[in-house]
Nanobody, 115 residues
Framework: QVQLVESGGGLVQPGGSLRLSCAAS????????MNWYRQAPGKERELVATITSAGASINYADSVKGRFTISRDNAKNTVYLQMNSLKPEDTAVYYC????????WGQGTQVTVSS
């Protein structure tokens, strides 16, 4: 059974940091590019960061460049999103996505940035 399970979300003050993890099972994550998306209330889902299968190419949304870092550990079948200098506008449910034709999604993890 294919699963993507996110973890690491929570409540953090502005300027703080969180590290999200996405653990994959049921398919070889190392074969696929992986994405992090987010969706804030009342807004469309937004692509935040992308990493290719071997990690050679990485891209970020302009809104998170310089603050977020995507990485992967293929030996652990896990993708990460390190989020620094968090802002209230980063508040959203964060999802990982990938696999064959990007068909697999996690259940999401809530990130709330508030004082």
């Amino acid at each position: 059974q294919v699963q993507l399970v996110e973890s690491g979300g929570g409540l953090v003050q502005p300027g703080g940091s969180l590290r999200l993890s996405c653990a994959a099972s049921g398919f070889p994550l190392s074969n696929y590019d992986m994405n992090w998306y987010r969706q804030a209330p009342g807004k469309e889902r937004e692509l935040v960061a992308t990493i290719t299968s071997a990690g050679a190419s990485i891209n970020y949304a302009d809104s998170v460049k310089g603050r977020f870092t995507i990485s992967r550990d293929n030996a652990k079948n896990t993708v990460y999103l390190q989020m620094n200098s968090l802002k209230p506008e980063d508040t959203a449910v964060y999802y990982c996505n990938g696999g064959f034709r990007y068909r697999y999604w996690g259940q999401g993890t809530q990130v709330t940035v508030s004082s």
